[in-house]
């Protein structure tokens, strides 16, 4: 799996993720019209102008060549610069593998790279797991307000956060459960690979006792270290990238 800006190349991949992706997240109260018109208006043939546009950010998560989910996030504020995540759809067949905490820690950290000393987050009203996930990553919400989706009004919901001055940026932890026993993914907490990141894994949520890796790229715990500090994934082969300074790889 790789998580990493998009292209125009990515365009078809964006639209038909965020259309499964509304339908899954609120299928059950929009019309499906209202859908498809809401998909034309925000990927449709102004999407080229926006992945251009210096204070936009599209993140894509690929697997396998296709994307499976996206970000949507802009820059904006005038002193204190907001980086506003206007969207982060997963496409439903590859939700529930932490895939979302993932893409939303890549996006704040490159909204802070780019400045961000604000993070906000929106949902509809209408999609409570939406805004659990964002009370969940260590958002609060902050306000409300009423946009139009073609020609109803709905009640949106604002998440706010601040990353701290220093622009560190902390995920919560992704659990998983491996051998019958619970093992936390700390996605804020990783290594370079040579294919994706290698995340480091814990037994317990304070993060004092280490259970190993997980790997980003096939998503698999079977990850080793040696005596001389060299970490590879048994299952793909995705292997640490050495520092200039590392050793272990001279």
């Not at 292209?7 to 964006?14: F, K, L, R, S």
């Not at 907001?82 to 982060?88: A, D, K, L, R, V």
């Not at 939700?95 to 820690?105: E, M, P, Q, S, V």
Request: proline letters at 3%; glycine letters at 10%.
């Amino acid at each position: 799996m790789d998580i990493r800006e998009a292209t125009t190349a990515d365009i078809d991949g964006i639209r038909s993720v965020a259309h499964d992706s509304l339908v899954a997240s609120y299928g059950h109260a929009l019309d499906e019209d209202v859908i498809e018109t809401s998909v034309d208006e925000w990927y449709g043939g102004g999407l080229t102008d926006e992945l251009d546009d210096d204070d936009a950010l599209f993140l894509v998560c690929e697997e396998d060549g296709d994307v499976v989910a996206f970000s949507q996030s802009y820059l904006g504020g005038d002193g204190v610069v907001t980086g506003q995540i206007s969207w982060i759809h997963v496409h439903p067949d590859h939700r529930g593998h932490g895939i979302g905490a993932r893409l939303l820690t890549r996006t704040e950290e490159a909204l802070v790279d780019e400045g961000a000393t604000r993070l906000t987050g929106k949902v509809l009203e209408l999609n409570e797991p939406g805004a659990e996930f964002y009370d969940h990553h260590g958002y609060e919400e902050v306000e409300g307000r009423r946009i139009e989706l073609g020609e109803e009004q709905y009640d949106e919901r604002v998440f706010a956060r601040f990353p701290g001055a220093d622009g560190d940026v902390v995920s919560p932890l992704d659990p998983h459960t491996v051998d019958g026993k619970t093992v936390y993914v700390a996605f804020d907490e990783s290594d370079r690979g040579s294919q994706a990141p290698l995340y480091a894994s814990y037994v317990d949520e304070n993060c004092t006792e280490r259970y190993g890796f997980f790997c980003g790229n096939c998503e698999s715990f079977e990850v080793t270290m040696d005596s001389m500090g060299k970490i590879v994934c048994n299952q793909c082969g995705n292997k640490r990238r050495p520092s200039r300074w590392d050793s272990a790889y001279l």
